[in-house]
């Protein structure tokens, strides 16, 4: 079996692991449906779920993107300042423990009923991650191969891009590859206090209707972004870390 197609013979197996619980203990489909209407259900409404799908998407890139853009320089300033991590890092902590189910509608007051609540909600969700995975990548550099650098002559810039961002990249891209798929979700939570488009409209209205074919189809749909984006984001990894020992075959081989 090529290592390529496990997941997909893994959904083969957990459909007709359902299928076969529903039939053996007799689950009345107002509860959980048959996965054969699930999937006639996706066929039929995939252009719905498709144009519905780009609202949710938009939300889910600009949260992301927002994330990486102000997440790693903030982790950067608190990696490299002791008073700034005494200052900053127990509010991020705090922040992380506030509902954002709780504050979105208070975005949706002060902003509307556009994409930016749903941006802001996807971005308080991917935010945390990204920053403590650049702080732990920033500080798990050897001080000692710092020194060596700057006994060699290494001015500051240089070792930023040489020794640190190098040593660290694997642990941004471990924080962006999980705040990717935290931000579907933070938009699908934004779509779900106010909007009139998204998945999360259509999850909305599919649980008003009892319509469970439905919303399990929207899930999968949301699924599928999620697995994707994080695929992209993988992807632009082994691309800018070729020489990572995470991304070469022998070694993932050797270890197997």
């Known amino acids: 079996m090529h290592p390529a197609t496990r997941p997909f013979w893994l959904i083969l197996i957990l459909l007709v692991l359902w299928d076969i619980a529903i039939r053996v203990f007799k689950i009345p489909p107002y509860l959980i449906p048959p996965p054969l209407a699930v999937v006639k259900q996706l066929f039929t409404e995939w252009p719905m779920l498709l144009r519905e799908m780009m609202p949710t998407l938009w939300a889910t890139l600009g949260g992301f993107a927002a994330s990486a853009i102000i997440g790693v320089p903030i982790a950067m300033w608190i990696a490299y300042s002791r008073l700034v991590e005494s200052f ?32 802001i909600a996807a971005f308080l969700l991917g935010f945390f991650p990204v920053v403590v995975s650049t702080v732990q990548g920033f500080k798990s550099v050897e001080p000692d191969v710092i020194d060596l650098a700057r006994s060699m002559g290494a001015n500051g810039f240089k070792i930023f891009l040489k020794f640190r961002l190098p040593h660290a990249l694997p642990a941004i891209f471990s924080g962006l590859k999980v705040s990717v798929t935290l931000a579907v979700v933070g938009a699908v939570v934004g779509e779900f206090v106010g909007s009139n488009s998204g998945i999360g409209f259509v999850l909305q209205r599919a649980t008003g209707t009892f319509d469970l074919p439905l919303m399990f189809a929207a899930l999968v749909v949301l699924s599928m972004m999620g697995v994707v984006l994080f695929l992209i984001v993988e992807l632009v990894e082994r691309w800018l870390m070729p020489w990572h020992a995470s991304q070469r075959h022998d070694v993932l081989q050797a270890t197997t």
């Not at 922040?95 to 994409?115: R, T, Y």
């Open 88 to 119: 900053v890092y127990p509010l991020l902590v705090f922040s992380q423990s506030v509902p954002k189910v709780a504050i979105a509608p208070l975005f949706v007051v002060w902003f509307g009923f556009g994409i930016v609540p749903k941006v």
